[in-house]
């Protein structure tokens, strides 16, 4: 009963002090400028574009597909059957339908894709980051994640994880404490 109770109060403890301590630290340092990129982007952040680096982003993640998956059947990314979103930087997300020989209206698909600098028409100054084939592509730049939940998931995850370091019995084998 005892380790019950030192576990309860540590755990809400920990909960408070994540709370009142942590999160507002947090999100001070994500509202604050110290995590801001200066850029000389024309594009806004977090926007639909459809501008000249746009175009070319998504002429180079056509070519990543082309390349990396060397299909006959695979058609050509046009202006029509894709959305660029800016996140900054020169970095953009491109997600659209990529026309196959099985799938006439095609393909979904996701590319999160880097301008490095240079020449445009270079693949070698472009970054694809992530790539891939399927319609929840877990990259949608049109809503805004929610740091609180994911903060909460964390401090969860961390609480549990302490708690079972202190009350587990055996988990400190071989301690100082248990000889």
């Given at each position: 009963?005892?380790?019950l109770f030192?576990f ?5 403890a920990?909960?408070?002090f994540?709370?009142?301590g942590?999160t ?5 340092v994500?509202e604050?400028?110290w ?10 952040a977090?926007?639909p574009?459809?501008?000249e680096?746009s175009?070319w982003?998504?002429y180079q993640c056509s ?6 998956y ?5 058609g ?9 979103w800016a996140?900054g930087?020169y970095?953009?997300?491109i997600?659209?339908k990529?026309p196959?020989?099985?799938s006439?209206?095609g393909?979904?698909?996701y590319?999160?894709?880097?301008w490095?600098?240079g020449?445009?028409t ?9 790539f891939?084939f399927r ?5 949608n730049?049109?809503?805004e994640?929610n740091v609180?939940t994911l903060?909460a ?11 079972l370091?202190?009350?587990w019995p055996g ?5 100082e404490?248990?000889k």
């Amino acid at each position: 009963m005892k380790k019950l109770f030192i576990f309860l109060v540590f755990f809400l403890a920990a909960y408070v002090f994540l709370i009142k301590g942590v999160t507002p630290l947090l999100m001070e340092v994500l509202e604050s400028d110290w995590l801001y990129v200066q850029t000389d982007d024309p594009a806004e952040a977090m926007r639909p574009v459809a501008n000249e680096n746009s175009r070319w982003a998504a002429y180079q993640c056509s070519q990543h597909l082309h390349e990396n998956y060397q299909e006959d059947n695979l058609g050509r990314l046009t202006e029509d059957n894709y959305i660029a979103w800016a996140l900054g930087n020169y970095r953009y997300v491109i997600k659209g339908k990529i026309p196959t020989d099985s799938s006439p209206s095609g393909e979904p698909f996701y590319c999160n894709i880097q301008w490095d600098g240079g020449d445009q028409t270079e693949f070698s100054n472009w970054e694809v980051t992530q790539f891939g084939f399927r319609e929840s592509s877990g990259i949608n730049p049109s809503t805004e994640a929610n740091v609180g939940t994911l903060m909460a998931m964390s401090a969860a995850a961390f609480m549990v994880l302490l708690s079972l370091y202190f009350f587990w019995p055996g988990a400190r084998s071989g301690t100082e404490d248990d000889k």
